[in-house]
């Protein structure tokens, strides 16, 4: 029986697997939980993510949640995928859940609060706090120092220092985009001060290209909308109807 995999784009730990899906051939079927129209919260989800969270996947009767877990499974339970995404080496492997398991609380709440109290806001129902948005970018600041001082250190292009990425590229990366998002005057603020992780996101992008920009096509197209409303004077922003619309359809 064929993997599925249950997503939704709008997700940045769901766009990291399925880039990994890609870009290692894999066979599988994506089934689309649309968080907007609260797909996620069925109780027919819920048998295969108790979490009620994205991204999970099927593959014939083991079920699986987490996408940490999720690519180290795909990465040594498919035939072919090259080593460098998941060495067997068990120094290298260990290094690779040391990136992993920071990630999970260190970068992703940054980029999640600052987009989720910014322009989605609206969209999710909520009103704009910018004093959290402040705190996310506290935080993001903290993580992408981090990242530079420890594992860009030595200009690797590469987490792990090669000349080819792992699943820790795949997923610290997708979170990173999600500040697509933001007003581009935003995000260049807040990558600005850290030229190794901004090349560093540019070789992923060009060691998993043309992958790479389909899974983050829908962020690009969401951005794109709401510019040209912007442009058109449309009085509606991210809160206002039409873009609501939009994001609706897409996160
Ligand atoms: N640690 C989880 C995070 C999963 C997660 O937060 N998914 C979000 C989308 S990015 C979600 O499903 N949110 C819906 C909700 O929590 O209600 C993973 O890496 O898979």
């Given at each position: 029986m064929k993997l599925k995999v249950y997503a939704d784009r709008m997700s940045q730990p769901a766009r990291a697997v399925?880039?990994?899906?890609?870009?290692?051939?894999?066979?599988?079927?994506?089934?689309?939980?649309?968080?907007?129209?609260?797909?996620?919260l069925t109780p027919e989800y819920a048998e295969?993510?108790?979490?009620?969270?994205?991204?999970?996947?099927?593959?014939?009767?083991?079920?699986?949640?987490?996408?940490?877990?999720?690519?180290?499974?795909l990465a040594c339970s498919f035939p072919g995928v090259a080593d460098h995404w998941y060495p067997a080496d068990v120094f290298k492997r260990s290094k690779i859940h040391s990136v992993l398991d920071w990630h999970h609380s260190n970068l992703r709440p940054g980029p999640v609060t600052i987009v989720r109290n910014t322009v989605l806001a609206p969209a999710l129902g909520r009103p704009f706090n910018p004093e959290a948005a402040a705190e996310g970018e506290k935080f993001l600041s903290a993580s992408l120092s981090k990242i530079e001082s420890i594992w860009l250190k030595d200009n690797g292009r590469f987490l792990l220092g090669g000349?080819?990425?792992?699943?820790?590229?795949?997923s610290l990366v997708c979170d990173i985009m999600q500040l697509e998002l933001l007003d581009e005057s935003d995000r260049d603020r807040l990558l600005d001060p850290y030229k190794k992780v901004q090349q560093w996101i540019e070789n992923t992008r060009n060691a998993t290209n043309p992958h790479f920009d389909e899974v983050h096509k829908i962020l690009m197209k969401a951005k794109e909308k709401r510019h040209n409303q912007r442009l058109n004077g449309a009085n509606?922003?991210?809160?206002?109807?039409?873009?609501?619309?939009?994001l609706l359809s897409k996160i």
């Open positions: 399925i880039l990994f899906l890609k870009l290692n051939g894999i066979n599988y079927e994506e089934v689309r939980v649309d968080i907007a129209k609260h797909q996620h295969i993510n108790p979490m009620k969270q994205l991204p999970a996947i099927v593959d014939g009767r083991f079920k699986l949640f987490e996408s940490h877990a999720i690519l180290i499974y000349n080819q990425p792992s699943i820790a590229d795949l509606n922003g991210w809160g206002g109807p039409e873009m609501k619309k939009t």
